[in-house]
């Protein structure tokens, strides 16, 4: 860390007054830190520090973790934070700590207690998290010592001189040898002239115009007219003539109708998170928990685990409270208390015994437990044999469109038949038969506003595959269909109106897209940036598709998902002949 000015001007360090005469130290690499002066036995209170609370909006819209205060911050109630007064605020992190501290958000204050003896000299340590990937310093010194790893590897490249290479052998060496725990590495010395970096040549323009991106044809689905200066359609976006999209060929549908009968199901394709969440469904975590006999005890533990702020996310699922009938027919209470990466039995122990006097002789073990919420009764029967759960059927995910109402079958399936006309339309122009159409879902098929950012309404494109006709190898239909949507948004009416919330006017952002084939990895990760909703398409391909085959719409790694739908209704062996893409040119 940068270490902070904490001497007065006569280079002494502030000590503040307290009654064990703690002492602040500087100690290189990781700024002050707090030590003790004499012996200290264990469950000593070395200070009860009252706190700043301030609410979690206080510190996000202050942007309080960009501020030095982000370094101080003790989660609070509610999502808040607090900075500790005192002494007690420069206490540094260890992963073996002397100290622990429990929060009390009704005095509003934290009382940190030694967890066991300390020697004089000793420095005074909490633990910040147990998880090491949320020590933002250590995080700074792993940026900084990768920094140095490329600046050498800069260096082998034989890009710096001689003189340079000097310097950052003593620095690698440093940062290999050093006491890593605690040490920051020497600052980088700046150079101008390890990488040279390329200037542009005059002939590139330095800033894009209407010249330079050249102008797409008029929006077909926006009342905006064609500017006198558009040329006509250069093949840039590939829009082609609207077709007529019906409301009526699907709203009326209703099940008792003979049309419902002849509309085709889609499966769902599942990627590989979606693959993933169904095992952990069925999968068992380990965390830590405790058996209490009575029940005035279940009360403080309770209390214990709010205090200690236990409401990790991944337990969330589980009951707090897992009530049993022992033998002799007496009621035992097991309580779940964290995840074992989240506290050392140790910690908790000791933590329990400084908390309340009746939590002194509980003995945290392992318990095994589920990973998820049941979904079904038979689930929550069975779960709550080994742990009691919450029930969640939202989270079981419809597999086939079995379930739907008719219209919404009936709109997927006239979603379909637009896209196969795109295509059909496409191979009499010479292209290939490949059609995408894009539309916003009809609001009475949204689902909850919360789960969703309604789709910007009558926003619609169709577009085709035009690497045949303009010899241009990037011209797939999704790619042309995703450049057609980003205009549109920029003309009347779409550029007019107002977003219902943040995002809401972003690229695809909760549209659904009907395709004839399953995209390509390159069209399915445009698709992902676009944030599209779902996509539902008729042929999956062999190899290289991004969907069926790679799974790029759930993926862990990524940062958007959206739903894929393969549709299994009936098509002709000529319409499916006409439809023929030989992968080999189209992949
Ligand atoms: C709450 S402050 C502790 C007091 C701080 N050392 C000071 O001088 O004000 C937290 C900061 O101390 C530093 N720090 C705490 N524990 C550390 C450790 N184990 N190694 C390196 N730096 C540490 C980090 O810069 C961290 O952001």
Excluded at 497 to 503: A, M, S
Aim: aromatic share 8%; charged share 20%.
């Amino acid at each position: 860390m940068s270490q902070r000015d904490s001497s007065t001007s006569n280079g002494e360090i502030t000590q503040g007054i307290n009654p064990l005469g703690l002492e602040i130290r500087i100690i290189p690499g990781r700024g002050r830190g707090v030590f003790a002066r004499e012996d200290i036995s264990a469950n000593i209170l070395l200070e009860e520090s009252p706190v700043l609370p301030l609410t979690q909006s206080q510190w996000e819209e202050g942007r309080m973790n960009n501020t030095i205060l982000g370094e101080y911050g003790f989660c609070w109630s509610n999502g808040g934070m607090a900075i500790a007064l005192g002494t007690a605020s420069l206490f540094n992190h260890s992963n073996r700590p002397n100290v622990n501290f429990i929060r009390n958000t009704k005095s509003g204050t934290i009382a940190f207690r030694t967890v066991r003896p300390v020697s004089a000299g000793e420095e005074l340590c909490i633990c910040y998290s147990a998880d090491e990937s949320k020590l933002w310093f250590r995080n700074r010194r792993l940026e900084m010592e990768s920094e140095l790893r490329s600046l050498k590897d800069i260096r082998l490249a034989k890009f710096v001189t001689k003189q340079q290479a000097l310097s950052n052998d003593t620095l690698t060496a440093s940062s290999e040898s050093g006491d890593l725990e605690i040490q920051s590495p020497q600052p980088v010395p700046f150079t101008h002239d390890i990488v040279s970096i390329p200037k542009f040549s005059q002939d590139i323009p330095t800033a894009l115009s209407p010249e330079t991106l050249g102008a797409l044809p008029p929006p077909l689905h926006s009342t905006a007219s064609p500017s006198p200066n558009t040329p006509p359609d250069i093949g840039a976006a590939a829009l082609v003539p609207d077709l007529e999209w019906n409301e009526s060929d699907w709203v009326n549908v209703s099940s008792g109708d003979p049309r419902a009968e002849a509309l085709g199901n889609v499966e769902r394709v599942r990627g590989h998170a979606e693959i993933d969440e169904e095992e952990d469904f069925n999968a068992f975590m380990q965390i830590w928990a405790v058996d209490v006999d009575e029940p005035r005890t279940t009360r403080f533990l309770l209390n214990f685990t709010r205090e200690m702020d236990f409401g990790e996310s991944s337990m969330r699922h589980l009951k707090r409270v897992f009530k049993r009938t022992k033998a002799d027919g007496q009621e035992r209470q097991s309580v779940a208390l964290c995840t074992l990466s989240h506290m050392s039995k140790e910690s908790i122990t000791s933590s329990m015994a400084t908390f309340h006097e009746s939590l002194a002789s509980l003995v945290p073990y392992i318990a095994t437990v589920p990973t998820a919420a049941a979904r079904t009764d038979s689930e929550l029967k069975a779960k709550a044999k080994i742990w009691p759960v919450i029930f969640s059927p939202s989270q079981l995910r419809p597999t086939t469109s079995e379930t739907w109402s008719a219209a919404r079958r009936a709109w997927v399936q006239a979603g379909i038949q637009r896209a196969i006309s795109l295509a059909l339309a496409a191979k009499d122009r010479g292209e290939l038969p490949i059609g995408v159409f894009c539309t916003a879902q009809p609001e009475i098929f949204w689902p909850s506003p919360e789960a969703f950012i309604p789709p910007t309404p009558d926003l619609r494109a169709s577009s085709t595959d035009t690497r045949l006709s303009t010899a241009h190898p990037l011209r797939h239909s999704v790619l042309n269909c995703v450049r057609s949507i980003a205009y549109l948004r920029t003309v009347p009416p779409f550029s007019q109106l107002q977003p219902t919330r943040n995002g809401a006017d972003y690229l695809l952002t909760s549209l659904s897209l009907f395709m004839t084939h399953e995209p390509c990895v390159m069209c399915s990760m445009a698709l992902l940036h676009s944030r599209v909703k779902e996509v539902f398409y008729i042929f999956p391909r062999s190899r290289g598709g991004g969907l069926n085959g790679m799974g790029v719409h759930g993926r862990k790694d990524l940062n958007h998902k959206f739903q894929v739908w393969e549709w299994r209704g009936e098509l002709e062996q000529s319409l499916k002949e006409a439809l023929k893409v030989d992968e080999d040119i189209a992949i």
